[in-house]
């Protein structure tokens, strides 16, 4: 069997907060799951995200750091259009949330703004400006 690319794991220093957050963005977590020490979530597709507090991955890696600050990670939202970017954006740091780049429309052709969860992860919000040659806008990145 070959391995397959089935999870993605976020470790967070405040879980209620960090579901609080992707639950803005559209992702279905149970209320209940705020109190938990691992939580998951299956994307479209099929793919899951997975949340661990610190306290659970130093259950079994007593000797794990918890990094902090921008960089770490990244991921990726694709809004319905521009419009949506700029609400949810705004609705995010109106909230509170860390916006690192404000909405604009990106030399690739996306309507771009990016911010941080609150353990410092990336995540980008975009959707594309109009169709353009040589351009991939299913990626979040410049094709």
């Known amino acids: 069997m070959t391995p397959r690319f089935d999870v993605f794991g976020l470790v967070v220093a405040d879980m209620a907060r960090s579901l609080a957050f ?3 963005l559209g992702l279905e ?3 209940g799951a705020d109190a938990e020490p691992h939580v998951e ?9 997975a949340f661990d507090t610190i306290a659970t991955i130093q259950s079994f890696d007593p000797g794990y750091t918890h990094s902090t600050g921008p ?6 939202f694709r809004c319905a259009d521009p419009a949506e970017v700029d609400a949810t954006y705004a609705a995010l740091t109106e909230a509170g949330y860390d916006g690192h780049l404000k909405p604009w429309d990106a030399f690739w052709g996306q309507r771009y ?4 969860d609150p353990d410092g992860n990336g995540v980008d919000l975009f959707a594309p400006l109009a169709e353009q040659p040589g351009r991939s806008e ?3 990145q410049p094709g």
């Open 113 to 116: 703004a990016a911010l941080h």
């Open 138 to 140: 299913q990626s979040g």
């Open 22 to 24: 992707y639950r803005r």
């Open 41 to 49: 979530c299956t994307l479209p597709g099929g793919l899951r995200l």
């Open 71 to 76: 960089g770490r990670t990244s991921l990726a």
């Open 29 to 31: 977590i149970p209320a």
